[in-house]
């Protein structure tokens, strides 16, 4: 019997009159006996039957909603969102390339290219690639000559290079360039609409400048060009321009020595004699304007506290007190100086006003405090003392006048030093038969070893505060020494005969 | 018998005493015995030498002859000088023997000093070469536990995917030969509770390969982000990356700037410099990374995660 309703495939949409209809037509079809159900039943059924398979279609469509709607954000927007929080501490790889010549002579009057190549090596911030040039393949020294993908392929991610050029008979014409190994590939001018950010890939020049010096300033040029180099790819000042003082100690005949106050380049290069004497001096240090030394000096006989204008290259007498005037600390704001004086029958420390020369006692007691050096923040004092038996770091906060404890590990502990942020403090600590540099966090309130195993003394801080200047006993000789605060750089500054004490880095 | 004499005062026996004595005495003085006896040796000799045989002698110029004791004794005198200037000679060599050694020792210790420099030197470029690799090697080790997590999740979604398969199959058997329409209805219920299962384990394995390629491509540009010294950790720079289908880095832009520029380009040129990326094959999963927006905070340093002991 052919039904007279034709099957529906979408029974979800029937009514249900319609299905009504439906089953009571086909309530005249089915046999009563076999099915054993009443018409109504059948009609229900099937009406369920339709909602079911309804339900089931919604349910299909909900789940597919929702499925829908958890990828939305990842359709919806073009981007994929990603968040970088953790890198590496690498040494930046870049190459200094020798400078172009172009002058009478063969040869230059001097390699800059060396120079600012090991200015950046002593900051321990850089990875130095030594560039071979061919005469197939010579080295760059324009931007346009530079294959940027040979380059990068050997893994640098900048190149520095210039020229010199001889102008007449003692001026030279200095220039450099500091370029960008990374740029994009797609060069987007910065006023395009598609340009929704800035785009500082595009110009791959970091820095470049362009000096006339004298031959006496090339070596001057040469620190310049290395600070900028350094600030374009650390964000802070380099410091290769700055300044060491210390006392030179000669041997002449039989006991006798001869005592000079020396100025010198931070490498240890172009040492110039401030004075020189026959009786000891000791104690140089830097005023916050780096125009003027104090230091201490015995030519009278007995010890006392001069200032040095380098400028004007005049002297002035500070203090000479009765017994003990010694180890002259600025204070950052360069009106005050901390000193030790003994005329109270024990070394105390002192502060001087140099405006009016009034003096106020900061330490009391009975032990002998020396050496003291002020917080960058001029609120505080670091010093030595012996109060509790064996030299010790103290600090002293000048407001509170409360004094606390900073070495609390060994047995001496002598020759402190603040960092130029104020978070640590450097000195030195013996441990067995060595003296060495260590460095205290004042927050975390760990001690770092510097060196290990070495004679060390008296340690000064970089301006930029990333590396420490100290004296060393190697082979009966007193040699000065960097080392960086990571330790991966640790250098002797070029000595001849003489030994090179109390180095004061400005 | 004693005879008497009669004493005679004879002055002839005075006379002749006296004159036998002078002689006596003058004999004695003058030594003339001694003369006689040498007279007599003389005469000994003589008959000895007249015994011998007799000597040729020829008369000699005495110029001749000093001429010759000259010569001889410049000759001498050379011999002599010239021994002692050998014995200069050999003096000198020998200080200049001992010179040498000392020097060549002296050079040796400064090479061997200079060489122990070197050694130590290369000690501790090997010992920072070697902190180096081992320090890698734990950042790989740590990226590798992270997609080794992520392969074992696959792993699991895919066992539960043929169990599901499976499932589906016996079912679906199960439906067409089921005549009953209530068990028909029941089965088909079930049958589309296993697809939504399915349809949701491939979802998840959609996005565990997200989660995988993400990890790999931050890992490729935190390897080689240098991150300023003087970086503060609480800032941060927003860059958008366009990355073509092989995952080489097309463009970087910056969106947001951190407000220190040497941030900003080392974060630029960390992306440029990971470049190629490495990317899904899944087509339904590339099409996401044509652009990333990343935003670079410096947090810490990628070992600071891992625990080297």
């Not at chain 1, 469509?61 to 929702?66: D, E, N, S, Y």
């Not at chain 1, 906060?397 to 047995?411: C, E, H, P, W, Y």
């Not at chain 1, 130029?420 to 600590?429: E, T």
Request: with cysteine; glycine share 4%.
């Amino acid at each position: 019997m052919d039904p007279v309703v034709k099957p529906r495939d979408d029974l979800s949409r029937l009514s249900y009159r319609d299905l009504i209809a439906v089953s009571s037509e086909m309530l005249q079809w089915i046999p009563w006996s076999s099915h054993g159900m009443t018409w109504v039943e059948t009609g229900v059924f099937a009406w369920n039957d339709a909602k079911l398979k309804e339900k089931k279609t919604m349910k299909k469509h909900i789940a597919t909603l929702l499925l829908a709607l958890t990828f939305l954000p990842c359709v919806s927007s073009a981007a994929l969102n990603l968040e970088l929080t953790r890198g590496t501490n690498a040494k930046i790889p870049v190459a200094v390339l020798p400078f172009a010549w172009h002058g009478t002579q063969k040869q230059p009057p001097l390699k800059l290219s060396d120079i600012i190549q090991h200015d950046l090596y002593l900051s321990g911030r850089f990875q130095l690639a030594n560039a071979q040039g061919t005469t197939a393949k010579p080295l760059p020294n324009k931007v346009a000559d530079i294959n940027f993908a040979d380059w990068r392929k050997q893994g640098l991610n900048s190149l520095v290079l210039g020229a010199l050029q001889a102008q007449g008979d003692n001026q030279y014409q200095v220039r450099f360039s500091l370029v960008n190994l990374f740029k994009n590939k797609q060069q987007i001018a910065p006023q395009s609409s598609d340009n929704a950010g800035f785009n500082p890939q595009n110009n791959p020049v970091l820095a470049s400048n362009v000096f006339t010096v004298k031959t006496a300033q090339l070596h001057d040029a040469a620190h310049r060009i290395a600070n900028q180099v350094y600030q374009q790819l650390i964000g802070s000042p380099g410091f290769f321009t700055s300044k060491i003082a210390y006392v030179l100690v000669k041997k002449k005949t039989g006991q006798t020595r001869q005592y000079s106050l020396m100025v010198a380049n931070f490498d240890g290069s172009d040492p110039q004699t401030v004075l020189s004497s026959s009786q000891p001096i000791m104690s140089p240090a830097w005023s916050p304007d780096r125009k003027t030394l104090a230091y201490v000096s015995f030519q009278t006989g007995v010890p006392a506290i001069y200032t040095f204008d380098l400028i004007h290259e005049t002297r002035r007498l500070i203090a000479s007190y009765a017994g003990i005037n010694g180890a002259p600390a600025w204070s950052p704001d360069g009106k005050k100086l901390a000193i030790v004086l003994s005329k109270s029958s024990n070394a105390k420390i002192y502060q001087l006003d140099l405006s009016n020369g009034r003096l106020t006692q900061l330490t009391f007691g009975w032990a002998s405090d020396t050496k003291p050096s002020w917080s960058p923040d001029g609120a505080s004092l670091v010093f030595t003392s012996n109060r509790s038996g064996t030299p010790q770091i103290y600090q002293l906060n000048l407001a509170s006048k409360q004094v606390t404890k900073l070495s609390l590990r060994g047995i001496y502990n002598v020759d402190p030093a603040f960092s130029p942020d104020g978070q640590s403090v450097v000195f030195i600590h013996q441990r067995a038969t060595a003296y060495d540099v260590v460095i205290k966090n004042l927050n975390t309130k760990k001690m770092r070893y510097l060196t290990r195993g070495q004679m060390a003394d008296s340690p000064s801080f970089s301006p930029n505060g990333g590396e420490v200047i100290y004296s060393v006993l190697i082979n009966g000789q007193s040699r000065l020494a960097l080392i960086t605060l990571s330790g991966n750089v640790q250098e002797l500054l070029p000595a001849k005969s003489g030994d090179r004490v109390e180095p004061a880095w400005s | 018998m004693i005879f008497k004499r009669r004493r005679q005062h004879s002055v002839l026996s005075f006379l002749l005493s006296f004159v036998i004595h002078l002689f006596i005495i003058g004999f004695l003085l003058t030594g003339a015995g001694y003369w006689y006896h040498m007279d007599q040796a003389k005469a000994s000799a003589d008959k000895k030498a007249a015994s011998r045989p007799i000597v040729k002698a020829v008369a000699v110029n005495q110029s001749v002859v000093e001429n010759q004791i000259r010569a001889i004794k410049t000759r001498a005198k050379m011999k002599l000088e010239k021994q002692l200037a050998w014995q200069a000679h050999l003096q000198q060599m020998a200080e200049q023997a001992v010179a040498k050694k000392t020097g060549a020792e002296q050079h040796l210790a400064e090479l061997q000093k200079e060489n122990q420099q070197v050694k130590q030197l290369t000690e501790k470029m090997q010992d920072k070469a070697r902190a180096q690799l081992a320090y890698l090697r734990a950042l790989q080790a740590q990226a590798e536990a992270k997609l080794n997590m992520l392969q074992a999740q696959q792993k699991a979604i895919e066992t539960q995917n043929t169990a599901i398969s499976k499932k589906m199959l016996l079912t679906q058997k199960a439906i067409a030969n089921e005549q009953s329409s209530r068990q028909k209805a029941a089965l088909q219920a079930r049958l589309q509770k296993e697809q939504a299962k399915q349809a949701a384990l491939k979802q998840q394995q959609l996005f565990n390969q997200l989660s995988k390629y993400k990890t790999l491509i931050l890992n490729d540009i935190g390897k080689q982000w240098i991150i300023p010294p003087g970086a503060k950790k609480n800032v941060s720079c927003k860059l958008l990356v366009d990355l073509d289908a092989m995952g080489r880095v097309m463009n970087v832009k910056v969106l947001v700037s951190s407000g220190d520029p040497v941030l900003d380009r080392s974060a630029v040129t960390a992306v440029l410099k990971a470049s190629p990326l490495p990317l899904p094959k899944i087509p339904a999963l590339l099409k996401q990374f044509k652009q990333i927006e990343l935003t670079v905070k410096p947090e810490g340093l990628l070992n600071e995660e891992v625990n080297l002991s």
